[in-house]
């Protein structure tokens, strides 16, 4: 019996993390996780690029907001989890070495079930401290200057990264995280009145979020259902996005900004 349960211990496992580290079922994916990447859903964020800043600082808060907030590895939580109900399944059955018993789909879809409740989208988005932002007083001159630079970082970003043939697509992951920094840079070297601080580090930490994503892709090979399931959160952050811009547009709408 021990035999056979040693036996179906590793042949289930190696079918686990051959499934969720199947390249095939990951390319597809990634594909599709870049092309919401580069909607342009950042048409109503713009920035200022102030000369002469602390670049070393900006750079430090880049890099603490963009790193997912998970202390957990769901992929080894679920196989540890499949595992364990087989090893549970032949002990209560007494299987012989010429029969093992696997768990039936009930027993497996509670096991995901369980994996998948440990991730929350919350992870990959940070909160953003108000020490890290140059927050100045709210005035109609320091608004109107505030969303004019909108303008000007939509002009700045508007040519996103593109996947080709010659591009692998470790690079174009590369590139997609370089060019998401660069924008995060511009939002911290922004002067925010602080009317709008908090539309201000919703942007930040909802670009930041992107960047995590994006991170997971890179090293998806860390924890497999954790990347899957972060490449799912897209449209969450989306949506959180779209709530956004209609609270900043009803904003400048209410207080007649004019930039």
């Known amino acids: ?16 993390m051959k499934l969720i580290s199947n390249k095939k079922i990951l390319a597809p994916l990634i594909f599709v996780l870049a092309g919401f990447l580069i909607l342009p859903i950042f048409y109503f964020i713009g920035l200022r690029n102030i000369q002469n800043s602390a670049q070393k600082k900006i750079l430090d808060d880049i890099s603490k907001y963009s790193s ?3 202390n957990i590895n769901i992929t080894q939580g679920l196989t540890s989890e499949v595992l364990s109900k087989i090893a549970e399944t032949n002990t209560v059955l007494g299987s012989s070495n010429d029969k093992v018993a696997i768990p039936d789909n009930k027993n ?17 988005k940070p909160e953003i401290d108000d020490s890290d932002l140059k927050i100045i007083k709210t005035t109609p001159d320091s608004l109107s200057q505030y969303f004019k630079e909108f303008k000007n970082i939509l002009e700045k970003y508007s040519n996103t990264p593109t ?32 009317e709008v601080v908090s539309f201000h580090k919703e942007e930040i930490s909802l670009i930041s979020a992107k960047v995590n994503i ?27 996005f779209e709530e956004l811009k209609e609270n900043i547009n009803n904003f400048i709408t209410k207080n007649n900004i004019n930039f």
């Open 108 to 124: 497996v879809e509670e096991a995901i079930n369980q994996a998948v409740s440990k991730f929350n989208p919350e992870m990959l």
């Open 163 to 194: 996947l080709d043939k010659e591009t692998t697509l470790a690079n174009f992951i590369a590139s997609l995280i370089s060019y998401y920094q660069f924008m995060l840079e511009d939002f911290f070297n922004l002067e925010v009145p602080q």
């Open 214 to 240: 994006l991170k997971q892709l890179k090293n998806y090979e860390n924890d497999p259902l954790f990347t899957l399931l972060s490449i799912k959160s897209e449209e969450y952050f989306d949506n959180q």
């Open 1 to 16: 019996m021990f035999i056979a349960l040693f036996r179906a211990i590793i042949y289930l496992y190696n079918r686990v």
């Open 68 to 70: 997912p907030q998970n």
